[in-house]
T-cell receptor, first 116, second 118 residues
Framework: AQSVTQLGSHVSVSEGALVLLRCNYSSSVPPYLFWYVQYPNQGLQLLLKYTSAATLVKGINGFEAEFKKSETSFHLTKPSAHMSDAAEYFCAVSESGSDSSYKLIFGSGTRLLVRP | DVKVTQSSRYLVKRTGEKVFLECVQDMDHENMFWYRQDPGLGLRLIYF???????EKGDIPEGYSVSREKKERFSLILESASTNQTSMYLCASRNRRGLAGVVEKTQYFGPGTRLLVL
């Protein structure tokens, strides 16, 4: 069965510091992987996705993530945090290739706090 | 841009009431989803609809039902609201086929409805 683990329910960084949010997945087939962001009292917005093309994926707002099959990881990074990055971030996994596999399996989320 | 709208941002209901949550998408997507979001639990799938009049149970369907009479609209129904259904409810839609017929898995979310059951 597929699963997603996000290490750290809360991550705190200073403005201008590196952001690193961790995501590890388990999947018996090559996965599709997603990062979504949720700002307070809003729905989820797609940040970026991996669909078996380039292993380094660039997303919106300066975020990027690298797919590492050997480590079953898809960590999210941003070189320099901005106050507006404060939000909750969700990693999700889905099976690739199968149209009938509609599910996205979500991690429990990581809340990013940015200190001035 | 895909737009998914939900009928209410905040809702307060009493125990035992029948509650309707409405979701509308404007991109002719075949698939639509209802999730609930609770702190520390991430998103859990309640129901899923492949297409009009088609539905499947997700991971936590108990106490809920759904209706999809038109392609753009997917309704979540709480038959008799209970306090443990107090939560954030998120609707999403998905286009099964993306560019060049490639399977597309991305789901697009609405703003959410925060439901409080007293």
């Amino acid at each position: 069965a597929q699963s997603v683990t996000q290490l750290g329910s809360h991550v705190s960084v200073s403005e201008g510091a590196l952001v690193l949010l961790r995501c590890n997945y388990s999947s018996s087939v090559p996965p599709y992987l997603f990062w979504y962001v949720q700002y307070p009292n809003q729905g989820l917005q797609l940040l970026l996705k991996y669909t078996s093309a380039a292993t380094l994926v660039k997303g919106i707002n300066g975020f990027e993530a690298e797919f590492k099959k050997s480590e079953t990881s898809f960590h999210l990074t941003k070189p320099s945090a901005h106050m507006s990055d404060a939000a909750e971030y969700f990693c999700a996994v889905s099976e690739s290739g199968s149209d009938s596999s509609y599910k996205l399996i979500f991690g429990s989320g990581t809340r990013l706090l940015v200190r001035p | 841009d895909v737009k998914v709208t939900q009928s209410s941002r905040y809702l307060v209901k009493r125990t035992g009431e029948k509650v309707f949550l409405e979701c509308v998408q404007d991109m002719d997507h075949e698939n639509m989803f209802w999730y609930r979001q609770d702190p520390g639990l991430g998103l859990r799938l309640i129901y899923f609809s492949y297409d009009v009049k088609m539905k499947e149970k997700g991971d936590i369907p108990e106490g809920y039902s759904v209706s999809r009479e038109k392609k753009e609209r997917f309704s979540l129904i709480l038959e008799s609201a209970s306090t443990n259904q107090t939560s954030m409810y998120l609707c999403a839609s998905r286009n099964r086929r993306g560019l060049a017929g490639v399977v597309e898995k991305t789901q697009y979310f609405g703003p959410g409805t925060r439901l409080l059951v007293l």
